[in-house]
């Protein structure tokens, strides 16, 4: 998470991270502007540090925004789905194209700009905005003068300001986001910070309006396990067991796992868009019903982490470092460093849910992919020319993966995670059930 997280990652893994990002927006196929801006927003996202790791939460939302804009452009143009913001109708011949650039350019410059500078460093500021009007200047640049192209920027400016204004006040400015008050210890599964991290991170993401919620504690599930009961003493061994670093701490983890474990370390905005933009260019989705999938893809994704925090907040539940450190074992250390915040619901396992039920619910869940992973050793990544790719057979399949890398990793418990993802695939089906629904 940001600034906790940033201090994990090598110069190398950002380099590589980094050249990936821009790799993916200019591969992306000719004539898709959505895929194109979805890509160029993971770019933007990772010059302006908030990815790939560092900060999903206003990310998340980042994505979101930019993808109503667009959503909403495009069908000014040519209705085929219920607009979020902005209802208008576009003069006959209006570039698509231009409208969806334009559309992503506003929010995402706005966006930038806003990030919080008790997060983000100017110079990180600065790269995003970069690499947005690059990416701008690029696709404006491709499309011939004429009024259609005046019309379709125009529109797509109207379109951003109207979800931009739609959520000016949804709280996601409220900091501050790093409380450095500390709990005291107190009675055994009560959150305590943990290890080289002395505060607790994005606790008031849970005041951030939804977008489908109808509050943040729908769909929240029950309470963690007892620290007396027997199913809670299995997850402790379990984690303790797989989640150790190998190296201060022995871990029964195989090969597999480990790479399971570093594979799925990646913010799940970025992760899950890529996921999305292979398979929506192998199924050969239209713009438009792009523009649907990616902005209800990335507001389920953006309610996953409003979610999250709430419940995290209301179970207040211990991290597997702390349960074990408090059990005897004070040397133990996980394969990475545990994020600092609570442990109950794994946010990660939402996320996962979330995005494989919104993708489940477009395409139905039977569906092969791959994908590679950021954060896989130097030669093996997503920057690498032959990077490491995991196969999946359905959105299923990788969300119950992703889940179980944290447990892996030594960040979460099983029930943690299990929870999790069932919580997500709940967000994600209202989402799909219920946003930009198809005009009759």
């Known amino acids: 998470?940001?600034?906790?997280?940033?201090?994990?990652?090598?110069?190398?893994?950002?380099?590589?991270?980094?050249?990936?990002?821009?790799?993916?927006?200019?591969?992306?196929?000719?004539?898709?502007a959505v895929i194109t801006w979805n890509a160029n927003a993971g770019t933007a996202a990772?010059?302006?540090?908030?990815a790939p790791d560092e900060d999903p939460f206003h990310e998340s939302r980042m994505y979101a925004i930019m993808h109503i804009a667009i959503h909403d452009a495009l069908n000014a143009i040519d209705r085929k789905y219920q607009p979020y913001a902005f209802d208008k109708k576009a003069e006959p011949g209006t570039s698509a194209d231009a409208a969806v650039a334009a559309a992503a350019r506003d929010t995402l410059d706005k966006l930038i700009t806003q990030l919080p500078p008790e997060l983000v460093?100017?110079?990180?500021?600065?790269?995003?905005?970069?690499s947005v009007e690059a990416a701008y200047s690029a696709a404006l640049a491709a499309i011939p003068d004429s009024p259609a192209k005046k019309q379709g920027i125009a529109l797509g400016q109207e379109s951003a300001a109207a979800i931009l204004?739609?959520?000016?006040?949804?709280?996601?400015?409220?900091?501050?986001?790093?409380?450095?008050?500390?709990?005291?210890?107190?009675?055994?599964?009560?959150f305590q910070c943990v290890p080289n991290f002395p505060f607790i991170v994005f606790e008031k993401w849970e005041n951030v309006t939804p977008f489908v919620l109808r509050?943040?504690?729908?769909?929240?599930?029950?309470?963690?396990?007892?620290?007396?009961?027997?199913?809670?003493?299995?997850?402790?061994?379990?984690?303790?067991?797989?989640?150790g670093d190998g190296k201060t701490t022995?871990?029964?983890?195989?090969?597999?796992?480990?790479?399971?474990a570093l594979f799925w370390w990646e913010s799940s905005p970025l992760k899950w868009s890529r996921i999305a933009r292979t398979v929506a260019v192998n199924k050969g989705l239209s713009q438009w019903e792009n523009a649907r999938l990616f902005a209800?893809?990335?507001?389920?994704?953006t309610d996953g982490y409003i979610a999250m925090v709430a419940s995290k907040n209301y179970y207040n539940f211990w991290r597997p470092v702390t349960a074990i450190h408090i059990s005897g074992d004070a040397s133990w250390t996980p394969l990475l460093p545990t994020p600092p915040d609570q442990d109950y619901p794994s946010g990660h396992s939402i996320e996962g849910g979330a995005g494989a039920e919104v993708l489940k619910q477009f395409f139905g869940d039977q569906v092969s992919f791959q994908d590679c992973g950021v954060a896989l050793p130097a030669g093996s990544a997503c920057g690498d020319?032959?990077?490491?790719?995991?196969?999946?057979?359905?959105?299923?399949q990788a969300a119950a993966e992703n889940a179980y890398s944290r447990v892996l990793v030594g960040f979460h418990f099983r029930n943690a995670t299990e929870e999790g993802n069932a919580y997500g695939h709940k967000i994600g089906e209202r989402a799909a059930n219920t946003l930009l629904r198809p005009v009759e």
């Open 46 to 50: 990772l010059k302006a540090c908030i």
């Open 385 to 396: 020319p032959t990077p490491v790719l995991r196969t999946y057979t359905s959105f299923s």
């Open 1 to 32: 998470m940001v600034m906790a997280r940033t201090r994990l990652f090598s110069a190398t893994l950002l380099a590589a991270v980094s050249q990936y990002g821009l790799s993916t927006a200019s591969a992306a196929p000719a004539g898709d």
């Open 215 to 243: 509050d943040t504690a729908q769909f929240r599930p029950g309470p963690p396990y007892a620290v007396t009961d027997k199913k809670f003493a299995d997850d402790l061994g379990e984690v303790k067991s797989l989640g």
């Open 165 to 190: 204004a739609k959520r000016a006040d949804d709280h996601a400015a409220d900091g501050p986001f790093l409380n450095k008050n500390c709990p005291t210890p107190s009675e055994p599964g009560k």
């Open 296 to 301: 209800v893809l990335n507001m389920a994704l």
């Open 121 to 130: 460093k100017k110079e990180c500021i600065d790269g995003g905005i970069a």
């Open 250 to 260: 022995p871990s029964a983890r195989t090969d597999d796992q480990t790479q399971i």
